[in-house]
């Protein structure tokens, strides 16, 4: 393990398979760090990505790398026709299907974002959350979401941004870089993978690059809000 940045890779295939393993290590204890790390502002967020959507009753949304399925399972209050939750980290996926609760309209599945085993136009929405940072193609990832999306459909990212705000980013740092990690390591006995967390937020793009990349993937328009004082973006692209 290189001790410059635990996230940075040679490949993108040895991105990919670390990512996967890390999240199928923590899988268990996923919930709960995300709560304790945000002190619960995160279902704030999730609940804020799926109004963004625009899902309604009759809809189809798929939540790429749902991890435990939070945002599917914050979705199914709309009570849509379907929600697909795919996930390339079979442990994550275990654990969000352990939390179905007899929803016939929500089915995890293993897909890998790079490749999504879905026809063109078959969603009227897709939301992926705090994945963006770990995909080893952000390109393809945003591409594959955008052709399994219907023309005027919308494409959700919510993801942790890069924080600029020269005042409380020592701050920022000190609680991230430090205090995440120490909590990730006693609550998650994963001090590694929480360590990883914050350094792949520091090689992120800015929110301003990422409206960029959708563009490019055929967005229009694109716009994104910020966040927790500017530490989270999210973005909204309609599919043209
Ligand atoms: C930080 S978790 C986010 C889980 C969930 N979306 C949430 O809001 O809590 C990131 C998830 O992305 C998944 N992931 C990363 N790259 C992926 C890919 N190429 N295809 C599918 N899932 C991927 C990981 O396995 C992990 O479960």
New binding site residues.
Partial sequence: MPNTNIAQFENPHEK?QY??SM??RI?AK??LM?RLMTFGQ?IRW?KLAIAETGLSQQGTLL?????????AFDALKVDPNLVVA????ID?VRTGQLKKNGQTNLVFTA????ALPFADNFFDAAA????MR???NIDQ?IAEMARVVRPGGRVVI?EITPFDKPLLKPFYRFYFHSIVPLIGGIVAGDREAYTYLPKSVDIFLSADELKLRMEKAGMQPVNYQLLNMGTVALHTGVVV
Avoid: I, P, Q
């Avoid at 939540?63 to 945002?71: N, P, V, W």
């Avoid at 992926?128 to 994945?131: H, K, L, N, P």
């Fill in positions: 990919a990512v996967r999240f199928d899988s996923y919930d995300n995160d999730r939540d790429l790398g749902c991890g435990t399925g939070d945002l795919a996930d390339f980290s994550m897909a890998d974002g790079m992926t959350g705090f994945v770990n995909v080893a990832f919510l």
